[in-house]
């Protein structure tokens, strides 16, 4: 019995040596089949990802490609802008040239109707607008020989313009107008006023001269001399004194 027993235990053990090799190779196949199907889910996995990765790729190029169509069309749209702005800079720019020409243009008229500085025989003095004008077409008169229409109008010049630097001179000349009409008194009268309204002008000895001229016209040889003498004393190394001093030697 024991025996039996014995063998059978050692068939069984046998039996169970043979089926571990066999047990063996089904637990390798087991373990190929299951990596396979790790590499496959791996590989679908690796294909998902590449395919989203590719969809991904695509999304951004054609949003980069939107996005350069965007951009020409706004470089497209500026263009002309900038066009007009270089327009309209230019327009300003010519605005403000016309502006500042209109101005210039302006300042100088109305500087016509104001009071201008100048400077006559040495002395400076407001110059009211037309003041020249009137002096100036006077003295032609007078140069042309119309010493009754140079007289008048050096006599309306000097009451409309009493503080003009050209009043000592519409004076003198207006003392030689009378005087070439033969009116001493009257030429006498205008140039004493010059000489003692302006005692320091420089037409003072030219107007003494004349007064003595007038004095002489007149018979008064003395009183003439006896302004000659006082020019030529007052005013020495003067062209007046000097010709105050030839008159006098020709009175001798």
């Known amino acids: 019995m024991i025996a039996r027993v014995s063998r059978l235990i050692m068939l069984t053990a046998m039996s169970c040596a043979s089926l571990l090799p066999l047990a063996r190779a089904r637990a390798g196949v087991f373990d190929d089949d299951e990596a396979r199907r790790a590499v496959a889910t791996m590989q679908d996995q690796f294909n998902g990802f590449q395919e989203k990765a590719s969809q991904r790729i695509n999304q951004n ?3 980069q490609l939107e996005m350069q169509n965007q ?3 706004l470089r497209q749209e500026v263009a002309p802008l900038r066009g007009q702005d270089e327009m309209l800079l230019n327009e300003v720019t010519t605005l403000q040239i016309k502006q500042k020409d ?3 243009d302006l300042d100088a008229r109305l500087k016509k109707f104001e009071p201008q500085q100048v400077t006559v025989d040495g002395r ?3 110059s009211q607008p037309g003041e020249k004008t009137e002096y100036d077409a006077a003295l032609k008169q007078f140069q042309a020989g119309d010493f009754k229409g140079a007289g008048n109008v050096f006599s309306v010049f000097i009451k409309k313009y009493p503080q003009s630097p050209y009043a000592p001179l519409a004076q003198y000349w207006l003392g030689n107008s009378l005087y070439a009409q033969r009116d001493y008194r009257g030429s006498t009268t205008v140039l004493q006023n010059l ?3 302006y005692p320091d002008h420089p037409k003072v000895p030219d107007a003494l001269i004349a007064i003595a001229n007038d004095q ?3 018979g008064q040889k003395s ?3 006896k302004t000659l003498a006082h020019v030529a004393a007052k005013y ?3 062209e007046g004194a000097l010709a105050a001093s030839n008159r006098l030697r020709t009175l001798k």
């Open 61 to 63: 190029s054609r949003a």
């Open 71 to 73: 951009f020409e069309g």
């Open 102 to 104: 209109y101005y210039a």
């Open 124 to 126: 400076q003095g407001l």
């Open 195 to 197: 000489v003692q309204a």
């Open 216 to 218: 002489l016209e007149s």
């Open 223 to 225: 009183a003439a001399r």
């Open 236 to 238: 020495p190394g003067t």
